[in-house]
């Protein structure tokens, strides 16, 4: 079961880091970047909100795909290579580009009016990797958390 996880997150990962590149690249051509379903690309990947301190999301959006391409691949290849905390900062960084997806999500929906159809791929990438690997984590997460929180109660 952890290799076939371990697996789609390489795949996805890999199809991610596609994605954005084709992001950056297109923006860099003369044109504009079209949007498969109708969307309004352009308008989103060149907006005020496309940097993040200087720096252009799809860029991020790439390095974090290929960290996780990287670290997953190295998982399946040698799962002893890394320290049994990487999976944890894995988790950590899946995390983080989850919530920066919703994120960029709410600004698309709220702030621009504006849909980038390739956006919205790639933050339901990015959903599905943070996903799989917090299904894989086989609720050690939840017990990491308990431990640096406390026991905590709804009721």
């Known amino acids: 079961m952890l290799f076939f996880a371990n697996f789609t997150v390489v795949i996805l990962a890999l199809l991610g880091f596609s994605l954005a590149n084709y992001i950056r690249v297109t923006k860099k051509t003369p044109g504009t970047l079209l949007c498969p379903l109708e969307g309004s690309c352009d308008a ?19 390095a974090y795909y290929g960290l996780t391409f990287v670290t997953y691949l190295l998982f399946i290849l040698s799962p002893t290579i890394l320290p049994g905390a990487s999976s944890y900062i894995m988790l950590g960084v899946g995390a983080t580009a989850f919530l920066f997806s919703i994120y960029l999500t709410a600004v698309q929906s709220v702030l621009l ?17 943070f996903l799989i690997v917090l299904y894989s984590s086989n609720h050690k997460a939840l017990e990491l958390l308990e431990t640096i929180f406390g026991k905590f109660s709804l009721f």
């Open 113 to 129: 009016k504006h849909w980038c159809t390739w956006c919205l791929c790639s933050a339901g990438i990015s959903t599905i990797i």
């Open 44 to 62: 989103v990947v060149t907006s005020q909100f496309s940097k993040i301190a200087g720096i252009s999301v799809e860029t991020l959006g790439m």
